[in-house]
C-alpha cells in the first residue's frame, strides 16, 4: 500500500544552519504532495504542497519540490530560526482514491533549533 | 475569521466514562475528519464524514463514535470500550471528499484518563 518515510529525529541544528529533511514515497498513480508543521501543544498546519511532478512547493522560506523519479519531497530551508522549532509531517494523497480517508502522514521529524 | 475549533483544549476523564470531543468549523466544508496522534508518532485515521448525515470508519474506529447532523460540527465519543483512549485528538477538514483535497486542522483536544 501507499505509504510516506521520513528521516527520524530529533534533528537539532545552530540558528541560521541549513536545514533538509528527507521524505520519500510509495504510492500507486499520482499523488498530491504536503508538508505539515506541528508547534508544541497545537494542531497540523499546512506548511506547503505540490499537485503534480517538478511543482515546487515554498512558504515561510521552506521549499520542497516533487521528484517522481526518486520518489521523493524533500523540505529544505536556508537558514533556519528558533520559531522553526517544531514536529514537520510529510503527507501524501491520490486522487485516484474514491474516498477522502486517503491521506498517508509520515511519522514527523522534531526540529529543535538552538539560539 | 474561518477556521476549525475544538473544544475543550484539555480532557480529563474517569475510567468507564464517555466522553465528547467537540470540533466546529465554519469553512463551508463538507468533509470532516478526526484522527488520533501519540506520542512521537503520526496520524490515525478514526473516522471521516464527506456529507451531512453520513460517515465511515477510518483505521482505528473501535471504541469511537461520531454523528454529523449539521455542517460544520463533527463530534467525536471516546466510549468506555476505547482502551487506550490517552492521546492527542485532531480535528480537520477540506472542501470535498476528493483524495487531492487538502485538510485543515484544528488546534487539538489532548484526553487524559485518570
Known amino acids: 500500500g501507499d505509504s510516506v518515510t521520513q528521516m527520524e529525529g530529533p534533528v537539532t541544528l545552530s540558528e541560521e544552519a541549513c536545514l533538509t529533511i528527507n521524505c520519500t514515497y510509495t504510492a500507486t498513480g499520482y499523488p498530491s504532495l504536503f508538508w505539515y508543521v506541528q508547534y508544541p501543544g497545537e494542531g497540523l498546519q499546512l506548511l506547503l504542497k505540490a499537485t503534480k511532478a517538478d511543482d515546487k512547493g515554498s512558504n515561510k522560506g521552506f521549499e520542497a519540490t516533487y521528484r517522481k523519479e526518486t520518489t521523493s519531497f524533500h523540505l529544505e530551508k536556508g537558514s533556519v530560526q528558533v520559531s522553526d522549532s517544531a514536529v514537520y509531517f510529510c503527507?501524501?494523497?491520490?486522487?485516484?482514491?474514491?474516498?477522502?480517508?486517503?491521506?498517508?502522514f509520515g511519522s514527523g521529524t522534531r526540529l529543535s533549533i538552538r539560539p | 475569521d474561518g477556521g476549525i475549533t475544538q473544544s475543550p483544549k484539555y480532557l480529563f476523564r474517569k475510567e468507564g466514562q464517555n466522553v465528547t470531543l467537540s470540533c466546529e468549523q465554519n469553512l463551508n466544508h463538507d468533509a470532516m475528519y478526526w484522527y488520533r496522534q501519540d506520542p512521537g508518532q503520526g496520524l490515525r485515521l478514526i473516522y471521516y464524514s464527506q456529507i451531512v448525515n453520513d460517515f465511515q470508519k477510518g483505521d482505528i474506529a473501535e471504541g469511537y463514535s461520531v454523528s454529523r447532523e449539521k455542517k460544520e460540527s463533527f463530534p467525536l465519543t471516546v466510549t468506555s470500550a476505547q482502551k487506550n483512549p490517552t492521546a492527542f485528538y485532531l480535528c480537520?477538514?477540506?472542501?470535498?471528499?476528493?483524495?487531492?483535497?487538502?485538510?485543515?486542522f484544528g488546534p487539538g483536544t489532548r484526553l487524559t484518563v485518570l
Open positions: 503527507a501524501l494523497t491520490s486522487p485516484g482514491y474514491s474516498s477522502a480517508s486517503k491521506i498517508i
Open positions: 480537520a477538514s477540506s472542501i470535498g471528499g476528493g483524495g487531492a483535497d487538502t485538510q485543515y
